[in-house]
């Protein structure tokens, strides 16, 4: 997702923040961890200068579920909380799509993600 990341992102309760330069700098923690199957994070706190309602990823959770679907991985991504009457639902919808359908999908595949570089 990013290579700006402070905290720890390993194991059930760990906290971590990530930060997309000025525009979007958002605290996770990971609420539920089963290795190789599901991965879930609590936005904790939240901050997308973008839109008015600078908190609303605030108390939404992050999931990633991965299973076997026909001799293949095939992972279930979902953003509970980010409703389309939000105002970043657009924006926010559109990132995750070519963050989960580019980089994540190439780091899976070629071991070559692209994520926001360190600044």
Same mark, same amino acid.
């Given at each position: ?14 906290? =971590? &923040? ?7 700098? #958002?605290?996770?923690?990971? $609420?539920? =961890? #089963?290795?190789?199957?599901? $991965?879930?994070?609590? $936005? ?21 579920? $991965? #299973? ?8 279930? =991504? &979902? ?11 657009d924006?926010? #919808? ?12 190439? =780091?899976? &595949?070629?071991?070559?993600?692209r ?5």
């Amino acid at each position: 997702w990013t290579e700006n990341l402070e905290g720890s992102s390993k194991k059930l309760n760990d906290e =971590f &923040t990530v930060r997309f330069d000025d525009i979007h700098v #958002s605290t996770q923690k990971i $609420v539920e =961890f #089963s290795p190789y199957k599901r $991965v879930a994070w609590l $936005v904790t706190e939240s901050r997308l200068n973008f839109i008015e309602d600078k908190q609303e990823w605030t108390d939404t959770k992050i999931i990633f579920e $991965v #299973s076997e679907k026909n001799d293949k991985a095939q992972i279930l =991504f &979902t953003h509970e909380g980010l409703r389309p009457d939000h105002q970043c639902f657009d924006a926010c #919808s559109n990132a995750w799509t070519q963050y989960l359908r580019q980089s994540l999908k190439n =780091f899976i &595949t070629k071991d070559e993600g692209r994520p926001s570089p360190k600044k």
